[in-house]
């Protein structure tokens, strides 16, 4: 039983790792990637480090033996072109999104940096799109998470207060946003970040992925 019940009326979710399971093209973009330099591919560890390091801007240099520039170059637009082909749907995730959009309103924050319309256009082939009241990706802000920008401007466009939102996602830069929006935070185990790496974030809670959230959900007002 969840001590903590949340009654929102706008949910910020993430992309990667929280709704698609995004690593399959991690791992192709780090392959082409370190083709382009050179270099062997090295273990899997290494490979999936490498996203959670370039979304928080830390350094690769432990990690690349080479020409650091060129393999983010090409990890980057390998990583975009194999979302739409490699991207796919979390377990259950779709079903979870349709009951949570009949109480509350949902918004999309990815920090992909794409045009919206590559975004909604993915969301509406695997069937979710028509769900989001908004979608937003680091196209449409002059800082993308874990800046608060993105969440600010789907509140003033909501037209709903601080203390009614809450923001759901997998990275720390998810957990990071919602706080310095002020607004409640979880989050999920299923991407590429450890339960540590998101306890030392202090989110309000952590879950094993999106299917958990509505069991933590309290509604009882209706969604005009």
Do not use: W
């Not at 019940?5 to 370190?34: H, M, W």
């Not at 769900?131 to 709903?160: H, L, N, R």
């Not at 998810?174 to 299923?190: H, M, P, Y």
Request: aromatic letters at 8%; one cysteine or more; a negative charge.
């Amino acid at each position: 039983m969840y001590k903590n019940k949340f009654k929102p009326k706008c949910i910020f979710l993430d992309l990667d790792g929280t709704i698609v399971d995004s690593r399959q093209a991690y791992i192709e973009a780090a392959k082409n990637g370190f083709q382009a330099i050179g270099q062997y591919q090295p273990e899997m560890k290494v490979v999936l480090e490498i996203p959670k390091r370039i979304e928080q801007g830390l350094d690769l240099d432990d990690l690349i033996c080479g020409d650091l520039v060129k393999f983010k170059t090409v990890y980057l637009q390998s990583y975009h072109a194999f979302t739409e082909e490699k991207t796919k749907l979390l377990p259950n995730v779709s079903e979870t999104i349709e009951v949570l959009s009949l109480k509350t309103k949902l918004a999309l924050l990815t920090m992909r940096h794409i045009p919206n319309q590559v975004v909604v256009k993915e969301l509406n082939n695997l069937g979710i799109g028509k769900y989001f009241s908004s979608v937003m990706t680091a196209f449409d802000t002059v800082q993308p998470k874990p800046s608060p920008e993105a969440i600010f401007k789907c509140i003033e466009k909501f037209g709903v207060e601080l203390c009614d939102c809450l923001i759901v996602g997998d990275s720390v830069n998810d957990v990071r946003a919602g706080k310095a929006a002020g607004i409640n935070t979880i989050g999920l185990l299923s991407g590429l970040y450890f339960y540590e790496e998101l306890e030392k974030e202090c989110p309000d809670m952590i879950l094993s992925d999106l299917t958990e959230l509505p069991k933590v959900m309290s509604f009882d007002y209706t969604i005009i």
